[in-house]
């Protein structure tokens, strides 16, 4: 081989190197990259002072999610950025201004990374019915 050719093959796998480090590189990224989950609260009057997960079923909250955002509620209108949770379904207990609870069962984030609250999902605590 001549000297031509060779810096030519070498050219070729350093840029064969490279493409596929850059390939390993962003599927790490992509496969580390975590979902990221949202409330909206755009159907509803109320605002909630405290938006609770727990595994579907369980009484086991995690912490207040309405605390991530910036005035530390979920307010009418208003999409709420859901952290340290992964999919699955979930039971959602919403805590409104006046201290009224109102749980959103069965909630399911095995496909989505959304869901709405609506005025059905309050109406009875609103009334003074059942709180969960």
């Known amino acids: 081989m001549d000297n031509g050719a060779g810096r030519d093959v070498m050219v070729l796998l350093r840029a064969l190197r490279l493409a596929l480090l850059l390939g390993v590189a962003c599927t790490a990224g992509n496969a580390a990259a975590a979902d ?16 609770y997960l727990a595994p579907a079923g369980t009484e086991h909250w995690g912490p207040n999610q309405a605390l991530n955002d910036k005035d530390k509620s979920l307010d009418r209108s208003e999409r709420l950025s859901l952290t340290g949770i ?22 399911d984030l095995t496909r989505d990374l959304i869901f709405e609250i609506r005025d059905a999902d309050v109406a009875s605590c609103r009334r003074g019915g059942p709180s969960q």
Do not use: E, M, P, W
């Open 36 to 51: 990221r989950f949202f409330a909206y609260n755009l159907t509803t009057t109320t605002d909630f002072a405290g938006v």
């Open 86 to 107: 992964a999919r699955g379904k979930f039971d959602v207990k919403l805590v409104d201004s006046k201290g009224h609870i109102c749980v959103k069962r069965d909630v």
